[in-house]
Nanobody, 123 residues
Framework: QVQLAESGGGLVPAGGSLTLSCVTSELTFSTYTMGWFRQAPGKEREFVTA????????GYADSVKGRFTISRDNAKNTVLLQMNSLKPEDTAVYYCAARHWAAVTTAVRYEYWGQGTQVTVSS
C-alpha cells in the first residue's frame, strides 16, 4: 500500500522558517513527480510547487516564489519543502502528492496523497 507521510509542520512566527518532509513507501519514488499543495480553512487546495522525477522543478506558485524551495532525494524516497520568510497567509495544511511520470500542477491529476501537516504562521 502506497503511503506518503508529511512531517515538519508547526507554529512559527512571521519571518521564520520551516522545512517540511514527505517520506514515501511502496512507491517507485524515482519515477514519480512529487508535488506540494496547501489548503487554508475555507479555501480550495492550491498548488505550491512540484518537482519531476529527474529533479527538474516544475514551478512555484507566485505567492511562494523566492521564499520556498522544493528538493528531492531519490535514494531516501523523500521530498522536502524549505519555507523561508513565512507569512501569516502561508498558514494552511500542507500536503505532498505523487503522480507517476507526468509533470502536472493540478491536484486532481495526482494519484497519491499524504494526510497533511499543519503550518501556522503567527503575525
Amino acid at each position: 500500500q502506497v503511503q506518503l507521510a508529511e512531517s515538519g509542520g508547526g507554529l512559527v512566527p512571521a519571518g521564520g522558517s520551516l522545512t517540511l518532509s514527505c517520506v514515501t513507501s511502496e512507491l517507485t519514488f524515482s519515477t514519480y513527480t512529487m508535488g506540494w499543495f496547501r489548503q487554508a480553512p475555507g479555501k480550495e487546495r492550491e498548488f505550491v510547487t512540484a518537482i519531476r522525477w529527474t529533479g527538474d522543478i516544475i514551478g512555484y506558485a507566485d505567492s511562494v516564489k523566492g521564499r520556498f524551495t522544493i528538493s528531492r532525494d531519490n535514494a531516501k524516497n523523500t521530498v522536502l519543502l524549505q519555507m523561508n520568510s513565512l507569512k501569516p497567509e502561508d498558514t494552511a495544511v500542507y500536503y505532498c502528492a505523487a503522480r507517476h511520470w507526468a509533470a502536472v500542477t493540478t491536484a486532481v491529476r495526482y494519484e497519491y496523497w499524504g494526510q497533511g501537516t499543519q503550518v501556522t504562521v503567527s503575525s
